[in-house]
């Protein structure tokens, strides 16, 4: 009867420690910006941001199979990143699992630019992308509400 208790137990624990750590990382994916986007691969995604606020981008892959996203070439000047990007395992308890890579900017000053990504092995020299996903970035004054 006691090891009948102690599964339970051990399983409660298990389960409440996993909640936790899921909860962790959903917010993880928000943490440090304004608004969240969706970053479509193989395509070009618009986005519009007020001067002085940040947009965390999200772009999706698989950190077991050695590819990641990174930035290729510069940043356009009204644009500053936010620390470095880092992956989002949708599902934690899984090696290899599936998710998100984040990178966050934010707006400096009013401007229109694109920041371009490629999915490679950063690793393996002279590596091909076999992705690439773009960005095209507007900056503007935030109108204030007025009557």
Not at 17 to 31: E, G
């Amino acid at each position: 009867m006691f090891r009948l208790r102690r599964s339970h137990l051990s399983t409660l624990v298990l389960i409440s420690s996993a909640a936790a750590l899921s909860a962790c990382a959903s917010n993880s994916a928000s943490r440090g910006a304004d608004s969240v986007e969706a970053i479509h691969p193989d395509a070009v995604t618009e986005i519009s941001i007020n001067v002085g606020s940040s947009v965390a981008l999200m772009l999706p892959g698989n950190a077991g199979t050695g590819y990641e996203w990174v930035l290729a070439g510069d940043l356009p000047g009204f644009l500053r990143q936010r620390g470095v990007s880092e992956f989002v395992a949708k599902d934690i308890s899984k090696v290899g699992s599936q998710g998100d890579t984040r990178f966050v900017f934010e707006a400096m000053e009013t401007g229109e630019g694109a920041i371009r990504f490629h999915y490679l092995r950063s690793w393996k020299q002279d590596a091909k992308p076999a992705r690439w996903a773009e960005a095209d970035i507007t900056a503007i004054v935030a109108k204030s509400g007025g009557g």
